[in-house]
């Protein structure tokens, strides 16, 4: 992998991060909650830009101690860039603290407190919007359409034929190509028969097909339906670019879940879990492939890979678990019931016991991830 490949691959990332952290941020600063400082970003900072209250100051390799000592700086936001290039943070007054201050978070109410804790997520998801927009504007939607058949093959027995439009399989409505892919992973074939539901010129018509055992490239058995499904993607009007956009984030977000599932059940093991180490390569891999086919290729496949992390990334924060967005929302919403917080101390166990069990988790896969580098 090129340095060249890293470097966008960071961006990349880089990006999708901003953009969550912009989102607390924004609503921050529209419920008048004090921002202390919105960086990008973990680590030593490398540059600061604040303001003393006449004009703005660009500083180097500043540290905590420097803005306490430096009160002129106490009410005034100031932007950082550090050191390693993965995360990054919206700090706010009275963020771990309650502090008696009207822009104070812990002074909030409620609702003002989870809408700016749910904006990071959301923006997530709107960030994967937009990017569907311009992908699907770009180069369309790929339609669930049979385009071959084996012949002998499970589905050409059953009646299904090539032009074929898949709308259904078992219980899951299909409206793009990749779910045809997915729906063996996430969904255990044993050789019942699936009821598969198509379109054939204009007309809806119903099969049942029992999925035939044979042996893949590697000698791996696995049930199969025997048809393939690589169909041109097509371009539509605003209209349906919107629908098959907003149904991107959607197909991205129910991936996402139904991953974790496999996961929580053992069904994928932590070795094919990837961090920030990970993603990088595979944004790498995803530059020199696409290279052979040109920039637009390569922009195009960026843009696709980044909708995945960005719809992920929403989804992962929004999980129930200590120092994430999910955690702190749960404490929100056991205080809206209880109609008072909880013991301070008890949130701050729970986010400070949450936090080092994320941290040990991170430094195990960011090692597995370099481990697979070489």
Not at 191 to 203: F, L
Not at 301 to 309: D, G, S, T
Not at 313 to 335: H, K, S, T, Y
Request: aromatic share 10%; glycine share 10%; with cysteine.
């Amino acid at each position: 992998m090129s340095i060249g490949s890293i470097v966008v691959a960071v961006l990349v990332f880089s990006v999708i991060i901003i953009f969550h952290e912009f989102g607390h941020f924004i609503v921050a600063k529209a419920n008048h909650v004090g921002v202390i400082e919105f960086s990008l970003g973990m680590g030593p900072r490398i540059i600061s830009l604040a303001n003393d209250g006449t004009k703005r100051k660009v500083l180097f390799f500043k540290s905590n101690a420097f803005f306490e000592e430096h009160p002129e700086f106490d009410d005034r936001t100031v932007y950082s860039w550090k050191i390693l290039p993965f995360g990054g943070s919206c700090m706010m007054l009275g963020e771990e603290e309650d502090v008696d201050d009207e822009h104070s978070f812990s002074q909030k109410s409620v609702l003002a407190r989870m809408a700016i804790i749910f904006a990071g997520p959301f923006f997530n998801f709107i960030l994967a919007f937009v990017l569907s927009v311009i992908l699907i504007a770009s180069i369309g939607h790929d339609p669930a359409i049979v385009t071959k058949l084996d012949q002998g093959g499970a589905a050409a027995e059953a009646g299904i034929k090539e032009g074929d439009i898949i709308k259904k399989m078992g219980d899951e409505n299909i409206v793009v190509n990749r779910e045809l892919s997915y729906y063996s992973l996430f969904n255990k074939l044993d050789g019942s028969k699936v009821r598969i539901e198509v379109e054939r010129d204009g007309k809806e018509m119903a099969f049942d097909v029992a999925p035939k055992l044979t042996k893949d490239a590697q000698g791996n058995e696995k049930y199969i339906f025997g048809y393939y499904h690589s169909a041109p993607r097509e371009k539509g009007g605003v209209l349906s670019t919107l629908g098959y956009s907003l149904y991107e984030v959607k197909f991205w977000i129910d991936t996402t879940i139904k991953s974790l599932g496999l996961m929580v059940t053992g069904q994928v093991s932590m070795d094919q879990v990837s961090g920030p180490v990970g993603i990088v390569k595979q944004v790498g891999d995803v530059i020199e492939e696409s290279k052979p086919e040109g920039t637009k290729t390569v922009v195009m496949n960026l843009m696709l890979f980044a909708i995945l992390i960005t719809a992920n990334l929403g989804v992962m924060n929004l999980l129930p678990i200590p120092a994430l967005d999910g955690g702190r929302l749960l404490f929100l919403i056991i205080e809206l019931i209880r109609r008072k917080p909880l013991p301070r101390k008890v949130e701050t166990y729970f986010n400070v016991g949450g936090f080092m069990v994320l941290m040990a988790l991170m430094v195990f896969i960011m090692g597995n991830d370099i481990l697979k580098l070489f």
